[in-house]
């Protein structure tokens, strides 16, 4: 039975993509001592946060339910990135402050009932999918490489790699989004397009 991929493994797999894109030798451990691995580990990490703050389908989640504590209010988890109320109230303004939901309307912290937000989460790399992984090492190996080796022409082919991997996440994002130009409920889509296998098949 194998072994289960461990966060760490997969970051240490990533790191040394992109140190053998800027021509380094790979690693055995995520030794922060090596300041080669130190630049790409955190570059990495600043990397994925930015990814994942765009918003993809998989990790953004309408009307998730924030319920408040013994004190009244709605403490935020860590890996919340965004988060706004649904479009139903109509008499708040949220924000985050403090590491709590903030009411700017009301001017408290306060809540007596269970708050519906739209979330926009931020992932473990182990928990991203395989094209937002790639692109996200691509995106690292460009900056790391004008960071470390500062050569122009490797700068180009990586950016030619980043523009790819770019294009592949998008292509997951429509796929996994079932996007149409008619427009559907957000977290929902009522509308099935024309498929013309279905005539060939009668």
Known sequence: MPFP????????????EILASVGQAPVTTLDQTNPDVAIAYDTLIQVSREVQAEGWTYN????YPFE??????????SNVLQLDLTTE???KDVVRRSGKLYDRTAHSFEFT??????VLWYFDWIDLPIPIQDYIVARSASIVSSRIVGDTNQYQMLQQREAYTRAMA??????QGDYTFFGHPRGANYYN??????ALYR
Request: hydrophobic letters at 20%.
């Open 68 to 77: 408040p504590d013994t004190n009244n209010q709605i403490l935020i988890p």
């Open 5 to 16: 991929t461990t966060n760490a493994q997969t970051e240490l797999q990533a790191v040394n």
């Open 60 to 63: 953004v989640e309408y009307n």
């Open 170 to 175: 998008l292509e997951y994002e429509c796929n």
């Open 113 to 118: 009932e269970t708050m519906y937000c739209d």
């Open 89 to 91: 109230y109509r008499d």
């Open 193 to 198: 397009s024309y498929e013309p296998y279905k």
